[in-house]
């Protein structure tokens, strides 16, 4: 059975930083993806990183401020989010793709965790 476990998620004030985890168990993935959705809005890419190559990819908004990485060694996937703005708060979800191929969709994913809440106070 697949899982992904999303963790780390809390209660921020502005221009502090928190990390973000996502066990992942069941099976291996071409790529790992961080996504979150506001209250009222669609769910948006974030960041990814394939697993074996590392390459990483951000959206605009989060560039220069936060940081995906992997520990291949636990199956976890973080991602460093730092000098966070009130527009940054959101549930997060982890996602996961099992082959090759395009990572900056949510269409692109094939596993889905249930997502943990930041909340940016300013």
């Known amino acids: 059975q697949v899982q992904l476990v999303e963790s780390g998620g809390g209660l921020v004030q502005a221009g502090g930083s928190l990390r973000l985890s996502c066990a992942a168990s069941?099976?291996?993935?071409?790529?790992m993806g961080w996504f979150r959705q506001a209250p009222g809005k669609e769910r948006e890419f974030v960041a990814a990183?394939?697993?074996?190559?590392?390459?990483?990819y951000y959206a605009e908004s989060v560039k220069g401020r936060f940081t995906i990485s992997r520990d291949n060694a636990k199956n976890t996937v973080y991602l460093q989010m730092h000098s966070v703005k009130p527009e940054d708060t959101a549930i997060y979800y982890c996602?996961?793709?099992?082959?090759?191929?395009?990572?900056?969709?949510?269409?692109?994913?094939?596993?889905w965790g249930q997502g943990t809440q930041v909340t940016v106070s300013s």
């Open positions: 996602a996961g793709r099992r082959w090759f191929g395009t990572v900056l969709q949510r269409t692109d994913y094939d596993y």
């Open positions: 069941g099976r291996t993935f071409y790529a």
């Open positions: 990183i394939t697993w074996n190559a590392g390459n990483t």
